[in-house]
Nanobody, 118 residues
Framework: QVQLVESGGGLVQPGGSLRLSCAAS????????AGWYRQAPGKERELVAQ???????NYAQSVKGRFTISRDNAKNTVYLQMNSLKPEDTAVYYC????????????WGQGTQVTVSA
């Protein structure tokens, strides 16, 4: 059974930091593409950051220089370090692990709320 368990969301003031974690089980994580998406109220879900099995990283323009994605294949975990947070970063953040390359599926976490407010 595939599971993605997210943690680390919460309420933070503008300029603050949060670190999201997503622990995967039941998949071949080291051969999968892992990423974070977010969805704000009334908006479509958008890619925040993605890291391939080879370590190639892609960021949304709006978070470049502030967010850092990383992965630990030994722990089957992907992280998102978010610094200099802005109110417009407020959204539900979803972990995604794409294992279609190895014959499995495209999986989503349950989502974690990030609220940036004074």
């Amino acid at each position: 059974q595939v599971q993605l368990v997210e943690s680390g969301g919460g309420l933070v003031q503008p300029g603050g930091s949060l670190r999201l974690s997503c622990a995967a089980s039941g998949i071949i994580f080291r051969l999968s593409v892992a990423g974070w998406y977010r969805q704000a109220p009334g908006k479509e879900r958008e890619l925040v950051a993605q890291i391939t099995y080879g370590g190639i990283i892609n960021y949304a323009q709006s978070v470049k220089g502030r967010f850092t994605i990383s992965r630990d294949n030994a722990k089957n975990t992907v992280y998102l370090q978010m610094n200099s947070l802005k109110p417009e970063d407020t959204a539900v953040y979803y972990c995604n692990v794409d294992s279609r390359r190895v014959g499995m599926g495209d999986y989503w976490g349950q989502g974690t709320q990030v609220t940036v407010s004074a």
